[in-house]
């Protein structure tokens, strides 16, 4: 029994000299590399902080630390950054990683009290000039009486005296499903919370920056948005109810009104329901929800060449006040007038020959009359290049030229006015197909 006592005795001395090891070590990289840090943003900025920390749940920062920019007249106070890793092993074996190349499979960074005032030149700078708004600019201040732009003077009017947030961004990795999440939280006290969860889809498996670097595309492979209310809604209904001089529903009424009419005059028509959804957010939901699921991963740059309501099939997009679920999401666009109001340059459309015969141009028939004929999914791939429609699972129809095929993968350029896109549609999400011979 002694000799258990013994044995026992000394695997705990062990463990506690190999946790202090291991704690000092860490602690001294994070003093070692804040010190690095401080020292490359002189030219930018003035950063002190007390002191830094090592928490056993995986996390490594500093406390107390104040930024003052050179070109900005203003402080930024952070009461801690935090460098988050799932567990204090893997926060061990991230520099490891990073050195080697290496893409841990999970990190985040957290800001905890992040503060800036309201009269900072980052906050309460000056708003930008009438020629360097566009249409789609201060939407939030419509009918609210003289005030056509909010910043530190109206929000101190609505009884703010500091932006107070708690804000945190990382991200996961699946190599094997060829998938990256990104996470944004941020939590700013009485005003809102927001919760932002972005799925990417990669060419291949990544486990090294490099190979993520060559296969990350744009392609959205899921969405899910919360914003929470905490309170600004009510504030800046009464504050500018009272500017207008009128009773908040009134002002209200007004204000979805004028949103509205200045969406609609610059190409975007929203219908009935996401009209009453955004007046029943600003009055009586706290919580908006989007969520989006495509059938298989799209490329945003895609959706302009669509119509709205193809857009909301295709990317399987929900949206909710509370838990109350909107039903109408229709809505138009004129491409055109949006990309003149945002004063972006519309893309030359460059006119060949190749480009008209994406979707439209078949051999010129000479004796046999082609039509679509149904055909088994399985087979598509022996009419590449030819002529197809295709329905999905989500109730989404597609005409176009058939691509390359895959087991899983169906591939099909499609034409819009806007110019030509390339979808890849998953083909067990294909129900049925039809090819032009």
């Known amino acids: 029994m002694r000799k258990l006592m013994i044995i026992i005795a000394t695997i705990l001395v062990v463990l506690v000299l190999m946790a202090g090891s291991i704690w000092g070590y860490l602690w001294y990289s994070t003093r070692q590399q804040a010190e690095q840090l401080v020292a490359a943003a002189k030219p930018f900025a003035e950063v002190s902080y007390d002191g830094v920390y090592v928490l056993p749940?995986?996390?490594?920062?500093?406390?107390?630390?104040?930024?003052?920019?050179?070109?900005?007249?203003?402080?930024?106070s952070i009461g801690a950054i935090r460098l988050n890793a799932p567990n204090i092993l893997a926060l061990l074996n991230i520099r490891r990683q990073l050195s080697q190349g290496q893409l841990p499979e999970a990190l985040s960074l957290s800001l905890r009290r992040f503060e800036l005032p309201l009269y900072g030149g980052i906050i309460g700078a000056k708003p930008p000039s009438p020629s360097e708004r566009t249409p789609f600019d201060d939407l939030e201040a419509l009918g609210c009486g003289p005030v056509i732009h909010f910043g530190g003077a109206e929000w101190e009017e609505m009884g703010y005296e500091r932006f107070i947030s708690n804000i945190e961004v990382g991200y996961r990795l699946d190599a094997p499903a060829s998938r990256i999440s990104v996470q944004i939280s941020s939590n700013t006290q009485d005003w809102a919370t927001l919760h932002l969860d972005i799925g990417f889809a990669l060419d291949r498996p990544s486990t090294s920056i490099m190979e993520l670097a060559q296969s990350l595309t744009p392609k959205l492979a899921s969405l899910h948005a919360v914003l929470q209310d905490n309170g600004y809604n009510n504030r800046r209904n009464e504050y500018c109810a009272a500017k207008a001089g009128k009773p908040v529903n009134e002002y209200m009424a007004d204000h979805v009104r004028l949103v509205v009419e200045r969406l609609r005059a610059n190409g975007i028509h929203l219908g009935p329901g996401l009209i009453a959804a955004y007046q029943r957010y600003l009055t009586k939901g706290e919580r908006f929800t989007i969520t989006a699921n495509p059938s298989a991963p799209i490329d945003p740059a895609e959706l302009l060449h669509y119509k709205a309501e193809d857009v909301v099939k295709l990317a399987g997009l929900?949206?909710?006040?509370?838990?109350?679920?909107?039903?109408?999401?229709?809505m138009e666009w004129n491409i055109a007038q949006v990309t003149q109001a945002l004063g972006a340059r519309p893309t030359p459309t460059v006119e060949k020959e190749p480009e008209e015969a994406v979707v439209s141009v078949a051999p010129k028939p000479v004796i046999v009359q082609k039509s679509f004929h149904p055909t088994p999914v399985g087979e598509l791939g022996q009419h590449v290049g030819k002529i197809a429609k295709l329905q999905t699972s989500t109730g989404a129809s597609y005409l176009g030229k058939l691509g390359s095929i895959t087991k899983e993968t169906v591939k099909i350029t499609i034409r819009r006015s806007g110019g030509a896109a390339t979808l890849s549609l998953r083909s067990k999400d294909i129900t049925e197909a039809q090819v032009l011979y």
Do not use: W
């Open 57 to 76: 749940t995986g996390s490594v920062g500093a406390q107390q630390v104040k930024i003052i920019p050179h070109l900005v007249n203003d402080v930024i």
């Open 318 to 330: 929900t949206v909710k006040i509370d838990d109350q679920a909107v039903t109408d999401l229709s």
